[in-house]
């Protein structure tokens, strides 16, 4: 067996590797097809971008696939065409998330979580749901972030990851530039967007200084068996290292914890949960900036016995 969990994460790894098999059969056979009949495929090159990120990226980062570390490592040059990023800045970015669990801004006005839904918030509040999903892919800290996976000991996996997406993007763009234009970059900008809707209201009403609320859980049947568990994600934000697989398990065995807690539980997945904003913000209307600020010192208090990012021969993790 290859697999170093289970071997269920076969199915994020193929849906991905079919991903990039798409993209490219795409761009080399766009010649031979009316503009109309490519774009049909519009559709589902953003359900699998969307996809890859909620499920196949996310996973990957808190619990690599493969037994081999030379697998590992050649699935994330890989999957790094996929998303147009290298698949270690998420995954310094997402660990960043995991550590400060979606901050309000500090003295000095910044969160520490860079994903955070506070960070261009007013007063303690989240931002404007539009402003974060719609921007938030313009606002990459790429510089940053590189400088502190090459202090962590991470440049070799970084230097790989970054030629895989210029020689993936430089092929596809000899394929077809049209293909480029009307298909990939639009695919890539929307496909952001999503991932910033769904991180939205997988905090949407949250409270940071709160560890049994600070995200949000759905519990749709349908939604978690197609997701692997992503709807557990209070779940997952207690025990990040746990596989997907294990999340219903976490809910039970923190259920007392869970159920005192006033924290937002989801009518709707989150990348639909815009549908109820306005319920999330009337029930779960979160306090002034005095007491923001309040709750704020506690978090920072609190995070020195929270999970540690580690990056260890260029793999990434939380350490507990
Ligand atoms: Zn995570």
Same mark, same amino acid.
């Given at each position: 067996?290859?697999?170093?969990?289970?071997?269920?994460?076969?199915?994020?790894?193929?849906?991905?590797?079919?991903?990039?098999?798409?993209?490219?059969?795409?761009?080399?056979?766009?010649?031979?097809?009316?503009?109309? %009949?490519? =774009? $049909?495929?519009?559709?589902?090159? @953003?359900? !699998?971008? *969307?996809?890859?990120?909620? /499920?196949?990226?996310?996973?990957?980062?808190?619990?690599?696939?493969?037994?081999?570390?030379?697998?590992?490592?050649?699935?994330?040059?890989?999957?790094?065409?996929?998303?147009?990023?290298?698949?270690?800045?998420?995954?310094?970015?997402?660990?960043?998330?995991?550590?400060?669990?979606?901050?309000?801004?500090?003295?000095?006005?910044?969160?520490?979580?860079?994903?955070?839904?506070?960070?261009?918030?007013?007063?303690?509040?989240?931002?404007?749901?539009?402003?974060?999903?719609?921007?938030?892919?313009?606002?990459?800290?790429?510089?940053?972030?590189?400088?502190?996976?090459?202090?962590?000991?991470?440049?070799?996996?970084?230097?790989?990851?970054?030629?895989?997406?210029?020689?993936?993007?430089?092929?596809?763009?000899?394929?077809?530039?049209? %293909?480029? =234009? $009307?298909?990939?970059?639009?695919? @890539?900008? !929307?496909? *952001?967007?999503?991932?910033? /809707?769904?991180?939205?209201?997988?905090?949407?009403?949250?409270?940071?200084?709160?560890?049994?609320?600070?995200?949000?859980?759905?519990?749709?049947?349908?939604?978690?068996?197609?997701?692997?568990?992503?709807?557990?994600?209070?779940?997952h934000h207690l025990r990040p290292n746990v596989h997907w697989t294990q999340r219903p398990q976490v809910r039970l065995e923190l259920s007392e914890r869970l159920e005192q807690a006033n924290r937002v539980i989801l009518n709707f997945p989150p990348v639909l949960a815009w549908i109820e904003h306005r319920r999330i913000a009337e029930q779960f209307g979160r306090p002034s900036a005095r007491i923001s600020a309040h709750i704020s010192a506690q978090t920072t208090a609190k995070r020195l016995a929270e999970p540690e990012v580690v990056i260890s021969s260029g793999a990434?993790?939380?350490?507990?």
């Open positions: 067996m290859i697999w170093r969990y289970s071997w269920r994460d076969s199915v994020p790894c193929a849906i991905t590797l079919s991903q990039l098999a798409l993209n490219f059969w795409l761009a080399a056979s766009w010649e031979t097809r009316p503009l109309v %009949y490519n =774009l $049909l495929f519009a559709p589902l090159c @953003l359900f !699998l971008f *969307w996809y890859n990120g909620l /499920v196949a990226s996310h996973s990957f980062v808190h619990t690599p696939w493969f037994k081999s570390e030379l697998l590992n490592r050649l699935y994330l040059v890989l999957n790094s065409i996929n998303i147009g990023l290298p698949q270690i800045h998420y995954a310094h970015e997402h660990l960043l998330h995991h550590r400060y669990a979606n901050d309000r801004p500090g003295q000095n006005g910044l969160t520490q979580d860079p994903t955070s839904t506070f960070a261009g918030g007013k007063n303690g509040q989240h931002e404007s749901m539009l402003s974060y999903c719609f921007l938030g892919p313009f606002q990459l800290d790429l510089f940053g972030s590189f400088r502190d996976i090459c202090r962590r000991g991470g440049s070799l996996q970084l230097g790989a990851e970054i030629c895989a997406c210029l020689i993936g993007f430089g092929t596809l763009l000899l394929l077809s530039r049209q %293909y480029v =234009l $009307l298909l990939l970059v639009p695919v @890539l900008y !929307l496909g *952001w967007v999503l991932e910033h /809707v769904e991180n939205y209201y997988e905090h949407f009403g949250g409270e940071p200084g709160d560890r049994y609320a600070n995200s949000t859980s759905y519990y749709g049947q349908l939604y978690n068996a197609l997701f692997c568990n992503e709807g557990h994600h209070q779940e990434v993790a939380v350490k507990m």
